[in-house]
């Protein structure tokens, strides 16, 4: 059976706008209100951080929206919690996205079980590797219908590129250039030798570009390159501005997408 | 039980390279060249002639004759304290710049506690003309300055980690993210037995030297090899690592890895992993690691800059739970006591991470006819100003 990743996929091949967010910020319970604002304001995806204390790939912005997050309450069962009903009001595909440890201390296969029961439709765990993947949870995942994302960058050789390719069945994380997140030095993320070599490989599962999208014009550069374009640290500055939650949300995906129909 | 790293890069459970993808290609090439190149003849010479004529190694095994009557057992002191730089961090330092330079790599970054494997790497980043930038916490800044000035002067660029606790943990997160962004040019010198494998068991090997040369020293000493404990202070364990390397498989050679107790284990403030950790993961290793029940890294606390680290190498995870090495921990107030004591009885200042390996003696229960090796991995000079502060020397 295809979950939602799948499907959106399978209708909707190009020009896909995923936003991430980390769950607790601005405040603790804004987790649902952002989700559904998103879907409202015609976002494709939904990246829920879970926030670490430590987030090793992530730039200051992160860095700080996780901090408050964890000191405003957010855990993995508060955000359980808040997604209790989140399908009976949404059918947008939703990706949790944290880093292995609070996801262990919790309980890896509980921690699936309850995201699958809560319509949860696939993981992204940077610092899960491959090997253990393949060795230790594959088959969990799947049991569970979640799709895991893997990341590569410029730098992942080609033969990675294909096992990650084999082992996953959403769509693969291309990460801009070398950089944790949020970087936005210079405007262009177009690193095209890079896009079109993966491009070239004739790969199974759909890419998305992510790390450093900032605006419109970094968002439709990675659009030709790629399925879709994800935004993370730009989306949580526009979350911490003055104004209401709504107001910040609808500014900044129109800000994005600008006269493209969503 | 076996105590060496398996092919996958685990001791036991522990262990592992858990690195978000961006840092793959650079772990990677290291674990497919490190073993290759350290067995390499001119890497081998380099890396021995530095260690001799620019460390100063071997280091002296030195008999501590009043310290050894106050405890009446026979305690020898390993002096890494006399190396260049002032503790056993240049041993790790000299073998991975020559390192990195096989990989071709021009910019070497580093985390750093106390700053003594800061000043290490900027030593050796000044010997090979390379540049240097050194990860450092901002308390750790303020605490040990006399290692900052040293890092200025040698011409690294010291950066403060402003986030977290703002003490070792973050400068090693501030080194990760670095090299996540500079991952062609860069090369990651890791001060400790932690962070994703290889770096656990080639940081191992550099710092094995001390049990190897302990080993000798000992024969002519005392006709045996073998003492009957070793005891060194464990921040991340490299120390630890190098002076129980050569006996790990020598189960009549009781290893003793002294952790810092802070205020008292039940304080709050403290740094004692094995008694407060779970397993979990931290800089890309599974291991034990101090941390709330939803999988937080808590912020750890120690008097000791170098000891202030929530986690400890995954070797050290495993020989606290296969039993092989008895863990010990020492409160801020009885590390002092023991800097006074070995600076009184032997005319040694100690560094204050050693402090807390000097302090556990009186609880070895050691017999007078039992040896005592204690890792003396560094000197105090670092510490002065805290020690200043917390003694009155008036009239003493
Ligand atoms: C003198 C000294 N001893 C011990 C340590 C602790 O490190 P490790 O546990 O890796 O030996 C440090 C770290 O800065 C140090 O400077």
New binding site residues.
């Given amino acids: 059976m295809e979950n939602r990743i799948q499907q959106l996929f399978a209708q909707k091949p190009k020009g896909l706008l995923s936003v991430y967010f980390t769950a607790g910020f601005p405040s603790l319970e804004d987790t649902v209100p952002i989700i559904l604002e998103l879907e409202k304001n015609g976002v494709d995806l939904i990246e829920i951080g879970m926030p670490f204390s430590d987030p090793l790939a992530d730039g200051p912005t992160i860095q700080q929206s996780s901090e408050v997050a964890i000191r405003n309450g957010m855990t993995i069962p508060k955000l359980f919690a808040q997604l209790q009903d989140i399908r009976q009001h949404t059918q947008i595909p939703l990706v949790l996205m944290g880093y292995l440890n609070p996801v262990m201390q919790y309980g890896v296969e509980r921690f699936m079980q309850k995201a699958s029961e809560l319509g949860i439709d696939g993981l992204i765990l940077p610092d899960l590797p491959l090997s253990d993947y393949v060795r230790e949870y594959k088959e969990l995942f799947e049991q569970n219908g979640l799709s895991n994302i893997f990341l590569i960058t410029p730098q992942t050789p080609e033969q990675r590129i294909r096992e990650i390719d084999a082992h996953t069945n959403g769509f693969i994380y291309m990460v801009s250039s070398a950089s944790v997140t949020g970087s936005t030095t210079g405007q262009s993320v177009v690193n095209t030798g890079y896009f079109e070599r993966v491009n070239g490989m004739g790969l199974r599962n759909p890419g998305i570009i992510g790390f450093g999208i900032h605006n419109h014009e970094t968002f439709t550069q990675a659009c030709n390159h790629a399925s879709g374009a994800i935004i993370g640290s730009a989306f949580i500055k526009a979350l911490a501005k003055e104004g209401s939650l709504t107001e910040n949300i609808s500014t900044f995906i129109q800000s994005i997408r600008q006269n493209e129909i969503a | 039980m076996k105590y060496s790293v398996d092919e996958n890069g685990f001791y036991g459970k522990f262990g592992g390279a858990y690195v978000p993808e961006m840092l793959f290609p650079n772990v990677e090439e290291l674990r497919e060249n490190y073993l290759k190149i350290m067995a390499e003849p001119d890497f081998q010479e380099e890396m021995q002639s530095l260690l001799r004529d620019y460390v100063g190694r071997p280091t002296p095994l030195y008999f501590a004759k009043r310290l050894s009557e106050k405890y009446n057992t026979n305690i020898y002191l390993k002096r890494e304290d006399l190396n260049h730089t002032g503790?056993?961090?240049i041993n790790n330092t000299i073998g991975q710049i020559l390192l990195a330079k096989r990989l071709g790599k021009t910019r070497i970054i580093a985390e750093?506690?106390?700053?003594?494997?800061g000043v290490a790497t900027a030593t050796v980043c000044a010997l090979m003309n390379l540049e240097c930038i050194v990860y450092m916490g901002e308390v750790d800044i303020e605490r040990q300055a006399p290692n900052v000035a040293r890092m200025n002067m040698l011409g690294a660029t010291v950066v403060p980690a402003a986030s977290g606790s703002k003490t070792l943990k973050d400068a090693t997160n501030e080194a990760i993210r670095d090299w996540i962004n500079n991952p062609e040019d860069t090369y990651y010198i890791i001060?400790?037995?932690v962070g994703p494998h290889p770096y656990p068991d080639m940081v191992a090997r550099f710092q094995a030297v001390i049990s190897e040369e302990m080993k000798a020293q000992l024969l002519e000493k005392t006709g045996s090899e073998n003492p009957d404990y070793v005891v060194?202070?464990?921040?991340?364990?490299?120390?630890?690592a190098g002076a129980f390397y050569h006996y790990l498989d020598t189960p009549e050679v009781k290893l003793v890895a002294v952790e810092a107790a802070g205020l008292g284990i039940d304080s709050g403030e403290s740094a004692a992993t094995s008694v407060l950790g779970k397993e979990g993961i931290i800089h890309g290793s599974r291991t034990l690691l101090m941390q709330t029940e939803d999988g937080q890294v808590t912020e750890p606390y120690s008097i000791s800059?170098?000891?202030d680290y929530p986690g400890v190498g995954p070797l050290h995870a495993h020989l606290h739970q296969s039993g092989r090495a008895i863990f010990e921990s020492i409160t801020d107030e009885e590390a002092l006591q023991a800097v006074l004591e070995l600076t009184r009885l032997e005319g040694i200042i100690p560094?204050l991470?050693?402090a807390h390996a000097l302090a556990a003696i009186g609880r070895l229960g050691a017999k007078p006819e039992e040896v005592v090796v204690i890792n003396l991995?560094?000197r105090g000079d670092k510490d002065l100003a805290t020690y200043l502060d917390r003694f009155n020397f008036d009239g003493k």
Avoid: D, F, I, R
């Avoid at chain 2, 750093?112 to 494997?117: I, K, N, S, W």
């Fill in positions: 503790a056993h961090k750093t506690g106390a700053g003594q494997h001060g400790s037995v060194a202070c464990v921040g991340g364990g490299s120390n630890a800059a170098g000891l560094a991470e050693t991995s560094g």
